[in-house]
């Protein structure tokens, strides 16, 4: 599918709550989100964890790693969408309903031995509007200190 991309990135050392990666849409498309993954690649001990998929209210100055996003088919130009990872200062804030409880696009405990991943129905792809972020965020810190691997795939529209 044309306008279709993917971001991935390894993060090591990840032993406390933090983003993932985060995606902002251009200023001129909407972003699909597609489907979206975490698994862990060190640690053999299961653990659960908790992973959630949530609209950025105030994305901030974040001090992050800038990600070069791949087209999924040829003839795709390059991806309007900025997308980074690692957040390691600066986290941004993301939304909550009156009563500050997180609202989650999607939200997954999950074993690390098994990981997340979010594949949802065409139906209930949620869109990020233009100029929008959303991002991927490890919940609660863990016992391990994992390396994770964390992936994005989204398209744009516009």
């Known amino acids: 599918m044309r306008g279709t991309y993917t971001a991935s990135y390894q993060l090591t050392g990840v032993a406390a709550a933090k983003t993932l990666l985060y995606l902002t849409a251009p200023s001129a498309a909407v972003v699909e989100l597609l489907s979206a993954k975490v698994t862990n690649v060190n640690?053999?001990?299961?653990?659960?964890?908790?992973?959630?998929?949530?609209?950025?209210?105030?994305?901030?100055?974040?001090?992050?790693?800038?990600?070069?996003?791949?087209?999924?088919?040829?003839?795709s130009g390059a991806a309007g969408s900025t997308v980074k990872a690692?957040?390691?200062?600066?986290?941004?804030?993301?939304e909550v309903d009156g009563a500050s409880i997180a609202l989650y696009l999607d939200r997954q405990g999950m074993n690390n031995l098994s990981g997340y991943f979010y594949d949802p129905l065409p139906e209930e792809r949620p869109a990020v509007a233009?100029?929008?972020?959303?991002?991927?965020?490890?919940?609660?810190?863990?016992?391990?200190?994992?390396?994770?691997?964390?992936?994005?795939?989204?398209?744009?529209?516009?």
């Open 43 to 75: 640690v053999t001990t299961a653990e659960q964890l908790d992973i959630g998929l949530a609209k950025i209210t105030t994305l901030g100055t974040p001090t992050a790693t800038t990600l070069t996003a791949k087209a999924t088919e040829g003839g």
């Open 86 to 94: 690692n957040v390691t200062a600066s986290e941004p804030t993301y």
């Open 130 to 158: 233009p100029s929008a972020s959303v991002g991927i965020k490890l919940l609660a810190t863990p016992s391990n200190s994992y390396t994770l691997d964390v992936e994005l795939t989204w398209r744009e529209i516009g």
